[in-house]
């Protein structure tokens, strides 16, 4: 399976050319679709995106990756739930989510979106979070 840089669109007969969709694009749109659902905590990042954001950016495509392939594209989300949410529930509304970004901004179906939870987010801990930030 071959990857691609860039997402190439034939716009047809139209003449005015054609369009390319970097990776990052699409992550940038599964990772704010995804925090948009109710439920979802957090993505996971790695370290490197924690600096960035303790100095101020924000890293919209944490926790997404993004693979390009001759059969479609395929999306895998890495976030943590808040607990007491039902986590099947919730993932289907990530997913569902996902599919109508991509498709609304970009014109593109997602061949598969894949939902890793990898943690629970507990309410004391968001607090701990919040007051380290202060400091």
């Not at 925090?35 to 950016?57: C, I, P």
């Not at 599919?99 to 801990?125: P, S």
């Amino acid at each position: 399976m071959s990857e691609f840089s860039v997402l190439e669109m034939d716009q047809g007969s139209n003449g005015h050319g054609k369009i390319e969709i970097a990776p990052e694009v699409i992550e940038v749109i599964a990772g704010i679709a995804a925090s948009e659902v109710d439920g979802v905590s957090g993505m996971r990042g790695n370290f490197a995106t924690g600096v960035v954001e303790r100095l101020g950016k924000k890293n919209h495509g944490k926790g997404v990756k993004v693979e390009l392939s001759e059969t479609g594209i395929k999306v895998d989300v890495y976030c943590l739930m808040k607990f007491g949410t039902s986590i099947p529930t919730v993932a289907g509304k990530v997913q569902d989510n996902i599919r109508q970004a991509l498709l609304n901004m970009t014109a593109l179906d997602a061949e598969e979106v894949n939902i890793h939870v990898v943690g629970i987010q507990f309410e004391n801990q968001k607090n701990e979070q919040e007051i380290d930030a202060e400091l």
